[in-house]
């Protein structure tokens, strides 16, 4: 079964706590969104690859490691994935993006897909995969699959707030994916949506209704 990993740091959970407040407007919703991610991207890419270089510091030549940026590829879930892109980027500026456009039936709640563009080759790269809201799990559970069908292997999963049905729905789907969840809320209400939560990621990050 794939690692779950449900972040307890204290700026992440006070950044969630604003993001739930329903009085946070867009412009803040969307800097905690990117902040967020740049936390929780900190701990989900400690195993992201490094190649040696030789660097000249002030005394001699030493080889010394950096970051094999076109390794990684973000891939956010359309739209609400996206506010959580710049985070990562701002870690690993080389990183290539690709997009997975889906959206939730607002009557049977199941994922209906319209895009997909992915960096090729995608099969050498390590994967992560962003969207803040992990509800039935309907939604991550697609784009893995999309993602899984064009040749990715190593991925990962980053949303920053998880129903508990979701999470297991994912476990199940895809156990060799890690996922890393900001706060793993309480449950889902009749409409799909998570409580206590934060609403519609994607409305508030962009400003919609
Ligand atoms: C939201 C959210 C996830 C999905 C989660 O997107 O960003 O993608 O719902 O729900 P699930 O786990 O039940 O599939 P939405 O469909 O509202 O699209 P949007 O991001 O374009 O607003
Ligand atoms: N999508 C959201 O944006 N919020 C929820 O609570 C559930 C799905």
Known sequence: MGAVYINEHPLVQHKITRLRDKTTGTNEFRSLVEEIAMLMGYEALRDLETEQVDVETPLEVTPSPVIAGRKLAIVPILRAGLGMVSGILALVPTAKVGHIGLYRDPDTHQPIEYYCKLPTPIEERMIVVTDPMLATGGSACDALKLIKDHGGKKIKFMCIIAAPEGLE??????????????????????????????GDAGDRIFGTR
């Open 169 to 198: 729905r994912l476990k199940q789907e895809h156990p060799d994916v890690q996922i890393y969840v900001g706060h793993l809320d309480r449950q889902l209400n009749d409409h799909a949506y998570i409580l206590p939560g934060l």
